[in-house]
């Protein structure tokens, strides 16, 4: 059986999500058909810096001894995010807010320690998450970041990530990408980066996919639209939920032969595109490895199974591995 980084080699880097247990769990799967690793939660803000003094940079640090251990890239996840973000960063000693200037000087200190302890170890990094309003015309979503220091915290994030570490590549990820409203926001919020030179190198398209949605003409007008402004795209949290995200059912122990066969044939569609767009397209990155685990069993429903990736739960490859792989 052909590698999955093997048979992407000459067009795009295969990365996975992994945490404590997958990384263990799934080490075999990882080793035969990844490159490039992300940590899913680890390197969240929460995780890697739970109180005003005190960082914990063991999981990380294990994360990355394995992949350079095994020759792999390693992705870096995420530096500012409105979510999984503690309330003390955005407030003083005595319980007040902190100022414009407050906030900035703790965001730098924040991306300055994280990103130095892995300058050059590191290749890229996701360096604000999240930050586009799905909804209306609002451009961006409110948020403590925004509340606080306004809209250029966006810019700053991107300054202060390039002086602590100029070689890596700094990308602005999220979801909804191939959304055509939340498109042309993505589009022009980059845009407006690169006008002011901002060092903003790439967009991560996260890729959270299912059956049905969205198109293939959504997905590739994305990928092109952003190809446009110059920036490398990579998809950074693929993957591909055998239900619509309105869909609430819960009756099933494993995924039909329907399901499969769908699966297969939007994988392959997908991998089709990104061949198409290799130019633009450096990496891909599964939001996960096998089915034993996805974020995606217990949401948006609880108790629901999922089963979206390449491998099932026993590390077999899938109907999907083998379209791709043909």
Do not use: C
Request: charged share 25%; proline share 3%; aromatic share 14%.
């Amino acid at each position: 059986m052909k590698a999955l980084k093997d048979q992407f080699k000459d067009q795009f880097l295969i990365g996975a999500a992994v945490n404590s247990e997958t990384i263990k769990a799934d080490q075999a799967l990882l080793k035969t058909h990844f490159n490039s690793i992300t940590a899913e939660n680890e390197m969240k803000f929460e995780n890697i810096h739970p109180k005003p003094d005190e960082y914990d940079f063991q999981e990380a640090d294990q994360f990355l001894a394995f992949a350079e251990t095994n020759h792999m890239q390693m992705r870096g996840h995420t530096l500012v995010w409105h979510n999984q973000t503690p309330d003390w960063f955005f407030y003083d000693d005595s319980g007040q807010q902190l100022s414009r200037l407050e906030l900035l000087n703790r965001m730098e200190a924040h991306i300055q320690t994280v990103m130095t302890r892995y300058k050059g170890r590191i290749y890229a990094w996701d360096v604000v998450n999240e930050a586009i309003s799905d909804h209306g015309n609002a451009l961006y979503r409110q948020s403590k970041w925004l509340e606080i220091i306004g809209d250029d915290f966006i810019e700053y994030a991107f300054r202060f990530a390039h002086e602590a570490d100029p070689d890596a590549l700094l990308f602005y990820n999220d979801y909804n990408e191939s959304d055509p409203q939340k498109r042309e926001k993505i589009y022009q919020l980059a845009e407006g980066l690169l006008s002011r030179d901002v060092p903003i190198h790439g967009i991560g398209l996260q890729a959270h996919w299912n059956l049905y949605d969205p198109s293939l003409q959504d997905i590739e007008a994305a990928i092109k639209r952003y190809a446009e402004l110059g920036l490398t795209l990579h998809i950074t949290e693929m993957d591909v939920s055998m239900f619509r995200f309105d869909d609430k059912r819960t009756d099933l122990e494993k995924p039909t032969k329907e399901m499969l066969a769908l699966q297969a044939e939007r994988y392959a569609h997908f991998f089709d595109l990104f061949m198409m767009y290799a130019q633009a397209i450096s990496s891909v990155t599964f939001w996960g490895v096998s089915d034993r685990y996805t974020w995606l069993s217990d949401f948006p429903v609880k108790g629901r199974k999922n089963w979206p990736f390449l491998f099932d739960r026993n590390g077999e490859a899938k109907p999907a591995f083998h379209h791709i792989i043909k």
